[in-house]
């Protein structure tokens, strides 16, 4: 087959690391460009290539796959025309907001037989894949999950409810689909929130039971600060403590003493120590073998199913129960 031809639709942060890592791949072209600013798509085709295009018709027209790299409320609508167009899809996260539009992209999604994948890219760091390797060895007992950020400003429109969904579509939802592939699926929910600094919901505590019995804690702030890590997990085992600190580092601890591995990638570069090189490889794989993708569609749905159960359980004060 030809090299897949790319479409980027939103060439701001992540259209243009998207943009890069396919420029590398040789089993790729990056092809089309649309941004709703013009100057944007033209500036990285100047540094990558593609053609710029002033409407999502004229990207379907010079593209073989859709990348959707516009903000969180637009991912329905662009996604659901690019699979209408017969595109392979791939949609950053979140996959939707709200479960009506998820429901809506999710049946969409399934009535193509071209590839639909999520960017759920943490789920290709080496920090998590070998975090998951490293507990097929052992039985983990629960763990303690941590998802700051230190602000919600930049881009500005993190902090805007009515293009985001809400803070828990933006950061932490990552590792609420990091908790499905680590652990299992969720069976029930308790949560608690508040309201700080923004015009929404912005602090979190929540615990969940996991249909294998497994159980966690998870805190999530988005006023919080930058320290590092802003993102870990600890998991304990029978005399035994992993610990991820962001995307850098995995701390195996085991035995009686205080002895512990040290698990580095603070030297990796960055677009493959957080998952985006392997991710795309991923969605150019399952393109040319016609399989289906390590993150599917059903996966970005069940992320929005978690979101929207966690803000159900602070409105009503219920545990929320999955069947
Ligand atoms: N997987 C990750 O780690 C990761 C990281 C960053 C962002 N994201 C997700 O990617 C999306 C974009 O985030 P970003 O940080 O790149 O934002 P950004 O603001 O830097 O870029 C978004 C771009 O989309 C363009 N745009 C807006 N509406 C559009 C439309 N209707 N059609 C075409 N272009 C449009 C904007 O002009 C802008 O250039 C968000 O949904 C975000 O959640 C994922």
Redesign the pocket.
Known sequence: MDKVRIGI???????N?HARIFSRDERAEVAAL????PE?AEKTSKSVGGKVCYS?EELFENCDAVLV????K??TD?ASSAVSAGKHVFC???FSIGLTDAQKLLDVANSSNKVFQV???RRYAPVYVKLKELLQSDKAHSAHIKMNRGELKN?V?TGDVNV?GGFL??TTI?LFDMMRFQFDEIAELVAYGSQHEYPELDEFSIIFKFKNGFHCTFASSSDASWHFPFERIEVFAHHRTLMTQEMEHLIDSQGMDANFETYSWAMTEKEER?G?VQEDKAFIDAILNGTEPPVTALDGFKSVQLVESVYEAIRSGEKIKFD
């Open positions: 639709i939103g060439l701001g942060y992540i259209g690391v649309y941004d709703i600013i944007r999502r790299c516009a903000p969180n637009t991912h662009i950053e996260k979140p960017g759920h890219n881009p429109w985001t579509y933006e990552h957080w985006y």
